[in-house]
């Protein structure tokens, strides 16, 4: 295995330097609200009509970068562009992909994009490495040995090394490779039985954890967790003990300063479908586990999405059942995303979602029926997959030893998506949580403090460059809200924006700076 320099040509390299030429940069501004949303700027890149948008990595201080793919003089490309934070072009060009491999993966971390590609039928074991400079926008291309065809799902990246993870027979593994060495290798300590692979976990001294979530010898359902050291050698590997007749389904990690490793996640019966509630354990250095359960029902929240009427229905349910002594079970498909620090307590956000189906008429087969059915809904077993919709998401804090101190909700509209994905974001402020999703153009957002909701839902539209425009159409599943850096995030998507004043209309590719601020503090960018 052997890695190699490959520079950008200055013909292929500025070739593509019209296509973003033609970028709008615009400083917006601020909106006066309570709790300000502030959008103070946006850039565009006009698209064609069947042109196809990109995808955008963060690369927090670094600004963001741009790819896509296309073809130029027949051959399949990769569109690189890197901006800056203030939305100014530093560089872009085409990389080109060898024939039949896919990109499946894209991380920014130091002052590298890594491009990670696989073969596109896994009939080739080993995948393709690309490691571009954000300074000199020329690239290092690595050939790793994968050794086994597996279908990664992981992708992570730490000063000495990359870390692919995924299954092999629904067998999880994750394979190292070192950037010095340039040799791979199946890490110890893996399973060679069924799993899921739930997180892989960097620390900044290139450290990592691996959490996989699957049955002990008492065929119950638990977290294992493996460390390693900065080389992929295995330094402790452990299990969760959870109680009798409960089952650890899902969890998110991190590491205190004092070396305590704080796991929390959600807990249900035997299947990995439904949850019942969240879990959060604390393990020191000696091995030592305490875990705390808290059923959805003990919540005081976290039914607040429901109407009110439904609400006081359930919680009256859960007293009498309270006082009758029975067990009260509440079976939600629930998704942890973060486990964070503020201040001195540890806070979770989670998302609680539903699949839904439509009965098939099989007499609509050929007819409009079928050709109106939206991008990704899947036919199976007589009935349409017509996508996860989301109903809330539930915030928690924590102390350091597992004590619930609060809980918060934000109920989620409309949503729905044919891929499991978070929505919700949060920006932590001095005493106070802004929790933000973007749908349909518009930025929810809501404030809360502890169990208190400061301001309720708020609605901002994603501001377009001039006043007189109006957003015509949102092109479904490419609009998102995503974190950057500091107290940044950034929307972005594809509008067709109209202006019936001067009678003109558009196709963009726009991104969109976003900050939620305190009304106490200075607006600065």
Known sequence: MTGFVMYFTSTKWWFVSALLSGAVLLYLPICDTKGQVLQPQRFEIPLGAHEKQFDIVPAEHSGLYLMRHLIVSREPQIHVARIDTGFTKIWEGFIPVQKNYIVTSKKAYGDKLYIL???????????????VDKHAADYIRYDIRGFIPFSPSEFMVTESAVLIGGYYNRV????????????????????????????????????????????????????????????????RNFALEPETNKHLIF???????????????????????????????????????????YNFADLENFFKYMKAKREKRVKSRIERRKIKGKKIRFNYRFLVHELVPFKDQYVLLGEA?????????????????????????????GRIFDGYYYTHAIVMGFKPNGDLVWDNSFEINDVRTFTLEQFVKLETQDDKIALLYLFDNKLRTKIIQNNDVVEGKTL????????????????????????????????YGVQEIENRKKNYKRRVFYINKIRHADTTEPATF
């Not at 050929?366 to 036919?379: D, E, H, K, T, V």
């Not at 994603?462 to 929307?491: C, H, P």
Request: charged share 25%; net charge positive.
């Open 172 to 235: 999880p593994l994750v394979l190292y490779f070192s950037l010095a060495t340039m040799k791979s290798k199946v890490l110890p300590g893996m399973f060679n039985e069924s799993g899921e692979l739930t997180q892989v976990k960097t620390y900044e001294d290139g450290s990592f954890d691996v959490l996989i979530s699957a049955l002990n010898f008492r065929k119950q359902r638990t977290i294992f967790i493996k460390s390693y050291d900065p080389d992929g050698n295995l330094l």
């Open 353 to 381: 979602f539903y699949p839904k189906y439509i009965p098939l008429d099989r007499s609509y087969y050929g007819g409009f029926f079928m050709r109106s059915l939206q991008p990704g809904a899947i036919i199976q077993n």
């Open 251 to 293: 969890g998110r990690s991190l590491k205190t300063d004092n070396d305590v490793q704080i796991v929390a996640g959600v807990y249900g019966a035997r299947s990995a479908e439904f949850s019942r509630g969240v879990f959060i354990a604390s393990i020191d250095g000696s091995g030592l586990q305490a875990i705390r359960y």
């Open 117 to 131: 590609q696989r073969y596109k039928d896994y009939t080739k074991n080993n995948f393709i490495l690309l490691a």
């Open 460 to 491: 901002d539209a994603i501001r377009t460059s001039f006043a007189d425009e109006t957003v015509k159409k949102n092109e479904d599943g490419t609009n998102k809200l995503e974190y950057w850096y500091d107290q940044y995030m950034f929307a």
